[in-house]
């Protein structure tokens, strides 16, 4: 008897290799083996802090068939699941539970995008955020004065606060989470054209600078006018000439303006009403890129006080009142 034990426990040892043998290999079979999916496409949003456990749950409540216990022994067993990052993820039919691992892991997660266009105004960037696809939308109970408090600025203008730029965004964020960069993005480029501006601007602060820049922006849109325009605007400033910029009179009319800016708009006293009063308006009137941020503290030196717009985008500049009303005439009354 005694000599049948080192063959019985020999047999025994084998049987368990070769299952352990088996199960590896039934393992590796399984991770390269694509998952079943109850649509093409399977996407789900892990946020901040969820379980390893719960992340596997989320996969098969979205339409991965796969047992979520298996799924999540094999993050553990991996040693990734502390990897595994927050974000929106999509996989399509052919992913291997590998391969689906490995996207968590690389963070290799969907993103959408919002473009925000120089020039527009606080209301049309609160209208593109309310379009963007997949944006979780927070600000739309919110007046603009709220909204600057939820980013910290409490008292400062939403106006021109914020960069035009493209944003990509993770499927659930928040609008606050995109304004909260764009708004930061925006103080960033100010500060360094602030820092790198000429010696002897008559601006006293950043701020002055961005309001400045926001009217460069709306006044025209040709990259080789903008110093020059803003130099216009700087000499008026010196002089204490009024600005004399239809765009702040449009800004200033709001949802009211029909497109058809008259005498009569220019005549009615409002804070933006550039003809009725001196200096600059109260706060910008759009957002302005960054060339409109360089060219308003870097004005191109020129001795013009008056321009007018040719029609093809480009202006004509002019030294004198007679040689302004000439262009006017010329491009803007069709006159010879």
């Given amino acids: 008897m005694k000599g049948r034990w080192p063959w019985i426990l020999g047999g025994a040892l084998a049987a368990l290799a070769l299952a352990a043998a088996a199960l590896a290999v039934g393992v590796r ?3 390269d083996r694509p998952l079943a999916l109850a649509q093409p ?3 789900v949003s892990i946020e901040r802090g969820t379980s390893p456990r719960a992340v596997a749950q989320a996969w098969v409540d979205a339409g991965v068939r796969a047992s979520p216990e298996l799924l999540y022994q094999w993050f553990r067993w991996s040693g990734d699941a502390p990897r595994i990052r927050a974000g929106s993820y999509e996989v399509h039919s052919g992913v291997t539970p590998r ?3 490995a996207k968590m892991v ?3 997660e969907v993103l959408e995008a919002v473009r925000l266009i120089e020039g527009w105004t606080f209301r049309q960037l609160r209208a593109a955020l309310a379009a963007a696809p997949a944006l979780r939308q927070t600000i739309a109970g ?4 709220e909204v600057m408090a939820a980013l910290a600025s409490p008292g400062k203008p939403a106006e021109g606060w914020f960069f035009p730029d493209t944003y990509l965004y993770s499927r659930g964020v928040s609008d606050l989470t ?3 960069r764009a708004h930061a993005a925006m103080q960033r480029h100010l500060d360094a054209a602030w820092a790198q501006r ?3 601007l008559p601006l006293k602060s950043p701020d002055e600078a961005l309001v400045l820049a926001s009217i460069v922006e709306k006044e025209t849109g040709v990259e080789a006018d903008r110093g020059r325009v803003a130099g216009v605007f700087v000499n008026r400033l010196r002089i204490g000439m009024r600005l004399q910029t239809d765009p702040t009179v449009i800004y200033g009319l709001g949802e009211a303006f029909d497109g058809n800016l008259t ?3 220019l005549e009615t006293d409002n804070p933006y009403n550039t003809y009725a009063r001196a200096g600059l308006p109260p706060t910008p009137i759009a957002m302005p890129g960054l060339a409109s941020l360089r060219a308003a503290v870097n004005p191109e030196p020129t001795k013009a006080l008056y321009f007018v717009a040719r029609g093809d985008g480009s202006s004509v500049f002019s030294e004198t009142l007679d040689a302004h009303n000439r262009a006017v005439n010329r491009y803007q009354r069709g006159q010879r």
């Fill in 198 to 200: 000429a010696g002897d």
């Fill in 142 to 145: 919110m007046s603009d004065a």
């Fill in 178 to 180: 995109v304004l909260r």
């Fill in 106 to 108: 690389r963070g290799d």
């Fill in 29 to 31: 079979w399984w991770l």
């Fill in 263 to 265: 005498r009569r708009h």
């Fill in 99 to 101: 391969e689906l691992l």
């Fill in 41 to 43: 496409v399977v996407e």
